[in-house]
Structures are given as structure tokens and as C-alpha cells.
């Protein structure tokens, strides 16, 4: 691939430290980017002190960023489940159980409706300027049909996560442990080669502490790594079992103790919070400035589901943080960039600086602020994913 220069940037945030001077964001004024043969940045600085290069593009005075890197979503199912979020709206209250009518649509779909609708969602996600995305099974819950949908899952990223653990199942209500049994056994050793992570939803009509601690050690023994679903509908272990197994990331932690925060801000798990989730069910926000404030590493995700929150916008998420949640919008960008790649254990995304994948997103506006200064309106104007422009093709690195 030519060396590009992208110049003439209005405002580049690097996502480090090393860069601007100490600000959170790294950021650069009137910058210029270097894009090297490999699909990796080359070179950051200011744009007059900039190498030359095969070829150039002109940011015309715009904000770029590193892609945004969404650590949460599930987007292999069939269906949509409109009217539960008709019937919420109107005061019903959301439940766990809803899973079950999105299993029973995805059972029923062929292949084919599954990776078209898998496509889409991808594809509206990139548009809005993902770069990396994770994507979970768990509206399967047969072995068939888990293992199904982490190879489809697979085809698009590496950042695929077994979730057989989502919710029981109607056909072992009866008897749950022997659901377990089949997450933690035949499941778990059809969906291994497919998957890097292993997730559980911990909480109250889901799955309690000792099965979600045997579900996740049965995950690691197989070579996977934990990411649990904590704390999201009410007070629980979650957190701390995250913690106590050194999950990368506890995900949802909408209801904290004093207790998980601390424990979070021991651990090197990351907290990962789905403001998309509480927008759309119509509840608290977690307690995003308690754990920035102790110091915890949070990270900012969509959890783009059928259920409980369907959006696939990062955008959307930044701004509801920054509104919802009392982030600035620079802790907000650096949460959906830097923030997500260390939910995901990556050190090769969520920044632009020089070995990284050159994976950025130019900004119709001058600076990243735009993006909760101007909430659902469309920014992104351009996305780049390995020094590549566009959004063709699975999210690799280039070959
Ligand atoms: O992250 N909490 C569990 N799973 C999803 C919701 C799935 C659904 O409602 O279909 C979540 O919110
Ligand atoms: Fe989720």
C-alpha cells in the first residue's frame, strides 16, 4: 500500500499521553498523519514538520480520531423486539426473559438471514466510525446454534465472545444445573475454536455467582478469557467475581457497592458502561465519576442488542455519557477509544501513534467535542480501518 500523509488536521487526537502536551486525549493541533505501507501510523506531528509521502489527502481543517472501539454488542440474532420496547416505554419494566423471544426467532433463521442481518449491523456500525468491534453468541443456547453464531461472528472480527451463558433456556427451566453442565462441556468445546472470550450474564433471573464463577473457569481452562455481564438489573456478584478471576472487563455496572468499586479499582478490570442500556430501558445511570474518580478504567460500549438497547452508535454512546453520566467529553472519547481497546486487552487500537493500525475516523467538525455538543446529529464523515479508506471487508489487520 502507497504511504498516505493526511494533512491539513484540524485537531488529532493520538489517545496518548506522550502527545499534547499532557492533555487526557493527546491532542495535536494543526497535525498531520502518517499512513506506512503495513496499514499502520507512521508518523504523528504537527503538519509542518510532516515527511513526505506517495500520496497525500487534505482533512480540510477537520477533527480526526482513533475508530472507536465498541467492546459489547450482540448482533447475531433474527427478529427485533420493537414491541417489548413499545410495551417498556409504557411503563413495563425490562426483564431478563426477553432474551428468550430473540432465541427462539434466531433458532428459526437459516444461515444466510443471520449473516445478512449480521452484515447490516456491522456495516451501521462502521459508518459511525467503529473500528473494532466485539461480538457475543448467547441467542442460541444449542450447541448448533452457538457454534453457528460465533462463526459467523468470527468471519467479520477476532473479537468474538461465547455467551451459551445468557440465560437459560425454556427447555431446561426444570433443570438449570444440567444447562450449566452443557455451557460448561459440549457447548463450550464446539464454541472454543470460534471464540477469544467467555461471558456470563451474572444477575438474578440469569445465572447466580457459582454458576457464573463455573462457567467462566471452564471458559479459561479451555484457553479463553473472561468478560462478564455485572451488576446491570440490580446489586450482585458479578463485579467481584469479575475481579476475583481477572475478567478484562465487568460490563454494565449499573449498581454498584462501595465494596465493587473498590475492588475494581484494585483489579485490572476495566469497567465498561452501556449508557445505551439505561437510556433505552428507562433506568439509573451507572456512577460513571465514582469510578473515574477511584481511579478505575472505564470503558464506553454500545451492547447493541435486540433488547435491551438497540442502537449501534458510538456517537450516541459519547453523548449520552457526557450528558447522562457527567463525563467530559474528553474522558467520554478517551472511553470509547483507549478505554475499549483495554476492555479487549488490545495495544494495537484505540490511539493513533506510530505502530498502531491506522484505523480513524475524520470528524465533520472541528473537534471531538462535537460529538455531545451535537447529539444524533451524523459527524463522521470519513473512516479509515488498517490505513485503508471505507468500511469494505471483515476488520483485520492487513495481511
Ligand atoms: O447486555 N444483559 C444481558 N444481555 C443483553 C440484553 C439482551 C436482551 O435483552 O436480548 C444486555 O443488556
Ligand atoms: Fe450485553
Known amino acids: 500500500m502507497p504511504t498516505t500523509l493526511l494533512d491539513r488536521i484540524g485537531l488529532l487526537v493520538t489517545g496518548s499521553s506522550e502527545y499534547g502536551a499532557g492533555s487526557l486525549l493527546g491532542e495535536i493541533a494543526d497535525a498531520a498523519l502518517v499512513i506506512g505501507e503495513a496499514g499502520l501510523v507512521a508518523w504523528v506531528g504537527p503538519s509542518r514538520q510532516a515527511p513526505s509521502t506517495d500520496t497525500k489527502v487534505d482533512a480540510g481543517g477537520r477533527c480526526v480520531l482513533p475508530g472507536f472501539v465498541d467492546s459489547h454488542s450482540h448482533l447475531v440474532f433474527a427478529g427485533d423486539r420493537a414491541a417489548e420496547f ?24 437459516s444461515d444466510e438471514e443471520l449473516a445478512a442481518n449480521l452484515a447490516r449491523l456491522v456495516a451501521e456500525m462502521r459508518r459511525q466510525g467503529t473500528t473494532t468491534i466485539e461480538i457475543k453468541s448467547g441467542y442460541g443456547l444449542t450447541v448448533r446454534d452457538e457454534a ?43 464454541c472454543a475454536e470460534h471464540a477469544r472470550w467467555v461471558d456470563v450474564f451474572c444477575e438474578r433471573g440469569a445465572f ?89 478504567t472505564v470503558a464506553i460500549a454500545t451492547d447493541c442488542n435486540p433488547g435491551s438497547c438497540f442502537t449501534s452508535s458510538m456517537p450516541f454512546c459519547i453523548a449520552l455519557a457526557v450528558r447522562e453520566m457527567r463525563m467530559t467529553p474528553a474522558e467520554a472519547v478517551w472511553s470509547a477509544t483507549v478505554g475499549g481497546a483495554t476492555a479487549l486487552r488490545r495495544g494495537d487500537v484505540g490511539r493513533l501513534v506510530p505502530g498502531v493500525r491506522a484505523d480513524l475516523v475524520v470528524l465533520d467538525a472541528p473537534s471531538y467535542v462535537h460529538l455531545a455538543y451535537r447529539p444524533g446529529v451524523h459527524l463522521v464523515t470519513d473512516v479509515w480501518t488498517a490505513g485503508r479508506p471505507g468500511i469494505a471487508g471483515p476488520i483485520r489487520d492487513p495481511a
Not at 417498556?88 to 427462539?104: C, K, L, P, Q, S
Not at 467479520?156 to 455451557?183: K, N, S
Open 148 to 190: 453457528r453464531a460465533l462463526a459467523l461472528a468470527r468471519q467479520w472480527t477476532d473479537e468474538t465472545t461465547y455467551l451459551g451463558a445468557h440465560v437459560v433456556p425454556a427447555e431446561y427451566a426444570d433443570d438449570p444445573a444440567a444447562y450449566v453442565e452443557l455451557v460448561t462441556g459440549e457447548m463450550l468445546g464446539a
Open 86 to 109: 413499545d410495551a417498556r416505554m409504557a411503563g413495563r419494566a425490562y426483564e431478563a426473559g426477553g432474551i428468550r423471544t430473540t432465541v427462539a426467532a434466531t433458532r428459526a433463521a
Open 208 to 296: 447466580d455467582a457459582d454458576a457464573s464463577r463455573a462457567i467462566l473457569t471452564a471458559g479459561i481452562r479451555h484457553g479463553l478469557e473472561a468478560r462478564v455481564h455485572a451488576n446491570q438489573l440490580g446489586p450482585g456478584p458479578g463485579v467481584q467475581l469479575a475481579c476475583e478471576l481477572g475478567a478484562a472487563s465487568a460490563d454494565h455496572c449499573t449498581y454498584l457497592t462501595e465494596a465493587d468499586i473498590d475492588a475494581l479499582s484494585s483489579s485490572g478490570t476495566v469497567a465498561t458502561l452501556l449508557p445505551g442500556v439505561e437510556f433505552s430501558t428507562r433506568s439509573q445511570y451507572p456512577a460513571a465519576r465514582r469510578l473515574l474518580d477511584s481511579g478505575v
